[in-house]
């Protein structure tokens, strides 16, 4: 027998021994650090489930149904864990700490079940990637696996269990600062992104060797807060919701997720939290999702405030009875407060309890948390932040930004062109920022600025300088910064903003070049960071003008999560490139597409409005009595984006040609191929994202003038050529009406385009007959 079981042995009584020796005849536990190899057949984990759930108390169980943050050892949670009364923590990630409150729960609690400890692994764990509105951005499905399978390594190195992500709300109104946690505005690529993530979490298999458990969030309908406001109301109508808000997450379902989590928001008057058309009937009967739910942090109790439970005990009552298994509160859980009255009251059952508390336990049992509780600290370190995971993320950050404008081909850049070049702007030198939102892991020395990128790059080639230029804050804090411990600047006075301006001015007047560092700090976008306005944030906007004003060539690139206003830059500064939050490798991924070492082939995965007033605004809209005069919608400003969906430009060309379908009619149910020859016609090696859109002329109910259906970003050389396929089937071809109250696939005409952006001309249709 070895030390570890014998340990684990000579702890117990006789008769837990009996019980625990039962639990291991069952399934035979090697007591080995290596985890399972291949996943257990669902009929062994439901019996290694039930059978715990026979020997648990009532208060065991309800145990189970708990989570609570821990950001610092207390007593209170010590005691919660020896005596089996709590199920998760989270926001623990020192790996020590972690298998000390492992050894309470295994070693002390009556029944040995294992804590499951959960985090915001949103963008990497210690290797940062770019922001996920950046991966999505990559229109390639293959790099967000990528990115989260070397993110569930380093989290799983520590001893986290769960990551609190993909986050797949839709966001159509970039006011809303949580629009940078998620893939855009597009269920379809949505749904990509949400299943390629969910991979990379997972793995094969929940339980896969060096990955963890993923939840989708937040279920749903998050991202149309009312006027972008973050955890304001929305009304969702069932078109919206079914087409477009539920799509990942069904995506995200269909690809084996394993667990949810409730939104905060109040969704069509009835709180996400509290709604059991979402959390049971979409969720389990439809979906047949067969994981568990997770309430936000205090959404449970929050119940109370949306005012729709009378207080906490009504509050734990009906997000129990809508489906959330597991309550995530800062302190004290409504769980812990009402479920064993209800069940004295008899307004909830035994029976309920335990279907709640199974698939918790199954995923506790899937993950192999039983047979391998702890972790090794050792190997922790070793497995964080390799050369191999840096790489990763550079190559992640070169293949999510965006060539907003080249004006004159000004990028690349030319080495031997520009030998003084002027770095400016707030965000140039600034690591937090290079990083972006959800970030709690980071060692800062490790980031690479743009500023320090491009040192590395052209070491003496050139000669760099470096002013801020401005200072850019939040008028109203944000109280994340308290978590990331972190401290404002010292506020520049009248005197000093002047001289720091013309200090920027200066170096730009006096260099070759200028490579202006824009956009919002990190802490303007993500949880509780909405904005009224779209505008570059404090003076930016001021500066910019004022350097392009001095005569000499521009690069502008921008830091963000949301598109920002950059009308007068489209028009008048001839390079931008969307950098979004570029993550640790950040500044070395921008100076190799800079000076053309790599070629930007990232495409907008959101509309990019000309100003704020237009929002929110997005490609798949309706199509209307008057579609001649689409642009012309306000007097004052055209309608049409600054840049549509899909939108991106490389350094090479590329033609599309020869659209064929291999059918003009199908039946519903039927299949039809459409392919297209896609070349590159540039000098330089580069990539293009081949996208298909149709739109259903006519229907039960209108539909919109446009949606995507297909895309495959390809990398061709110079005069290369590829056929691109597709194929639109049932899948693809089936909507929601809401005239017939079903999923349906009707007889009608269909336009099809394929190009390198949402205004694709290339066109082709086909019809579906009875
Ligand atoms: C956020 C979630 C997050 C949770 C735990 C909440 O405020 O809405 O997205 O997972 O906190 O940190």
Excluded at 15 to 44: E, G, K, M, R, Y
Excluded at 339 to 352: D, F, M, S
Excluded at 465 to 471: D, H, L, R, T
Excluded at 585 to 593: D, I, R, S, T
Aim: net charge negative.
């Amino acid at each position: 027998m070895n030390t570890h079981l014998q340990f684990r042995l000579s702890k117990k009584t006789p008769q837990q021994n009996l019980l625990f020796l039962l639990a291991l005849a069952i399934v035979p536990l090697a007591f080995s650090q290596t985890p399972p190899v291949a996943p257990p057949d669902d009929a062994t984990v439901r019996e290694r489930a039930n059978l715990l759930l026979k020997q648990m108390t009532l208060d065991e169980k309800l145990g189970q149904l708990s989570q609570l943050f821990d950001f610092a050892p207390s007593k209170a949670i010590d005691d919660a864990v020896s005596t089996g009364k709590l199920g998760s923590l989270l926001f623990v990630t020192d790996p020590a700490e972690i298998n000390r409150l492992q050894h309470l729960a295994v070693d002390h609690s009556r029944l040995h079940i294992p804590l499951i400890f959960g985090f915001d692994v949103i963008h990497g764990f210690r290797t940062i990637f770019p922001v996920p509105i950046a991966m999505a951005a990559s229109w390639d499905p293959s790099a967000a696996t990528k990115a989260q399978t070397i993110a569930a390594k380093e989290a799983r190195a520590v001893g986290i269990d769960w990551a609190f992500a993909p986050m797949l709300d839709i966001a159509r109104d970039p006011r809303w600062g949580r629009i940078v946690e998620g893939a855009g505005e597009d269920p379809y690529l949505g749904s990509a992104m949400a299943a390629a993530q969910v991979r990379g979490f997972q793995g094969d298999y929940i339980g896969a060797p060096d990955h963890i458990l993923a939840c989708m969030k937040h279920f749903a309908g998050y991202g149309a807060a009312i006027g972008g406001r973050d955890y304001d109301e929305a009304y969702l109508p069932e078109t919206l919701l079914q087409n477009v808000y539920l799509k990942p997450f069904h995506a995200a379902v269909k690809a084996g997720i394993g667990s949810a989590m409730s939104a905060y928001l109040d969704l069509n008057d009835v709180p996400a939290t509290g709604n059991r058309w979402l959390l049971h009937d979409v969720l389990r009967d439809d979906w047949r999702f067969t994981g568990f739910v997770v309430s936000d942090a205090n959404s449970v109790k929050s119940l109370q405030n949306h005012g729709y439970a009378k207080d906490v005990y009504e509050a734990g009552l009906y997000a129990f009875n809508a489906g959330v298994n597991m309550e995530m509160a800062i302190s004290f859980t409504a769980y812990s407060k009402s479920l064993a009255t209800a069940l004295e009251k008899n307004q909830i059952t035994v029976q309920q309890i335990e279907d709640a508390a199974r698939p918790i336990l199954e995923m506790k049992i899937r993950l192999g948390l039983f047979e391998h509780p702890y972790v090794y600290e050792a190997r922790a370190h070793e497995i964080l932040a390799t050369p191999e995971h840096r790489t990763a993320a550079r190559l992640a950050a070169e293949r999510t930004a965006v060539l907003l404008r080249n004006g004159g081909s000004l990028l690349p850049l030319k080495t031997s062109a520009y030998k003084k070049i002027a770095v400016l702007g707030p965000l140039a030198d600034s690591q937090v920022d290079t990083l972006g939102s959800w970030v709690f892991q980071d060692d800062l020395a490790e980031t690479v600025t743009i500023l320090a990128g491009l040192r590395n790059r052209l070491g003496a080639q050139a000669d760099l300088s470096y002013a801020p230029g401005v200072q850019i804050r939040r008028k109203i804090p944000s109280f994340f910064d308290e978590i990331f411990h972190l401290k404002p600047q010292p506020v520049w006075t009248t005197e000093q903003s002047k001289d720091e301006m013309s200090k920027a001015v200066g170096l730009a007047r006096s260099s070759d070049l200028t490579i202006l560092v824009l956009g919002e700090a990190q802490n303007m976008s993500g949880e509780a960071a909405s904005r009224e306005s779209l505008d570059l944030p404090g003076q930016e906007e001021k500066l910019l003008e004022s350097v392009a004003a001095t005569g000499k060539p521009v690069v502008l690139v921008l830091f963000n999560g949301r598109p920002l206003n950059i009308k007068w830059a489209s028009e008048h500064i001839p390079a931008i490139l969307d950098a979004w939050y570029p993550g640790t490798q950040g500044g070395n991924a921008v100076a190799n597409l800079l000076f053309g070492e790599a070629v930007p082939g990232g495409k907008l995965p959101i509309t990019w409005p000309r100003d704020v007033g237009q929002v929110p605004i997005y490609y798949a809209h309706n199509t209307t009595q008057a579609p001649e005069n689409q642009e012309k919608r306000y007097w004052g400003e055209e309608s049409t984006p600054l840049y549509p969906f899909g939108y991106g430009l490389s350094y090479s060309k590329f033609a599309f040609s020869n659209l064929k379908l291999s059918r003009s009619e199908i039946k519903p149910g039927e299949t039809i191929d459409v392919s297209v020859d896609l070349e590159n016609t540039g000098a330089t090696s580069g990539d293009e994202v081949a996208q298909l859109y149709i739109h259903q002329q006519y229907g039960s109910t209108s539909r919109p003038v446009r949606e995507l259906k297909g895309f495959e970003r390809v990398s061709l050389a110079p005069r290369e050529k590829k056929i691109v396929h597709f194929s639109l089937g049932n899948e693809e071809l089936t909507y929601w009406s809401t005239a017939k109250k079903d999923w349906v696939e009707e007889p009608a005409t269909f336009d099809v385009w394929v190009g390198a952006d949402s205004t694709a001309k290339l066109h082709a249709n086909f019809a579906i007959t009875q």
